[in-house]
T-cell receptor
């Protein structure tokens, strides 16, 4: 298995909703990442997990809450988002932190 | 941190060769990646350079000059499916040792018949 699987592919949520994005990989990668990408912009780093521990939080607002239940899974819990949070959310993994990434296909999030 | 510069947009003809440049400024260079991203899709890994020189992989090659802070991605025998954004990402170990690559803004390549 050489893929990173993200669900759902599309999500529309209201500003009072709570939802979660899920990411799974079975490549034995020890680093997992969440990125946010707006149209025609590069991906922006949000969080980095290394060996299931949060190692980097790029000053992300608390309405985004990451979780790494085990070495294969990464979640991003969303609560009280704003319309400006609408974006493509990408999960990625790599063998170790800083190695080449395998990206998931992303979740296109729309906050209404 | 890094200062990464790529052209915003390039156009080329099917069958031709195109070179996409990336310049960077960093105090602790530790590798450079190229990714391809089709519209609405996730980036896919193309190449990695950490030593000077040319790395060839089929129709795609990537070059690095560390002394010049410069890399390019060379695409040969262009196909319509090569129309995509090409992202340069630079890794350094000066930012507290994080080793997380920073992405450039990407170059949108349009291939026309």
């Amino acid at each position: 298995d050489t893929e990173v699987t993200q669900t759902p592919k599309h999500l529309v949520m209201g500003m009072t909703n709570k939802k979660s994005l899920k990411c799974e990989q079975h490549m034995g990668h020890r680093a997992m990442y969440w990125y946010k990408q707006k149209a025609k912009k590069p991906p922006e780093l949000m969080f980095v997990y290394s060996y299931e521990k949060l190692s980097i939080n790029e000053s992300v607002p608390s309405r985004f809450s990451p979780e790494c239940p085990n070495s294969s899974l990464l979640n991003l819990h969303l609560h009280a988002l704003q319309p400006e949070d609408s974006a493509l959310y990408l999960c990625a993994s790599s063998q170790e932190v800083g190695d080449g990434y395998t990206f998931g296909s992303g979740t296109r999030l729309t906050v209404v | 941190g890094q200062n990464i510069d790529q052209p915003t947009e390039m156009t080329a003809t099917e069958g031709a060769i195109v070179q996409i440049n990336c310049t960077y400024q960093t105090s602790g260079f530790n590798g450079l990646f190229w990714y391809q991203q089709h519209a609405g899709e996730a980036p896919t890994f193309l190449s990695y350079n950490v030593l000077d020189g040319l790395e060839e992989k089929g129709r795609f090659s990537s070059f690095l000059s560390r002394s010049k802070g410069y890399s390019y991605l060379l695409l040969k025998e262009l196909q319509m499916k090569d129309s995509a954004s090409y992202l340069c990402a630079v890794r350094d170990h000066s930012s507290g040792g994080s080793y997380i690559p920073t992405f450039g803004r990407g170059t949108s390549l349009i291939v026309h018949p």
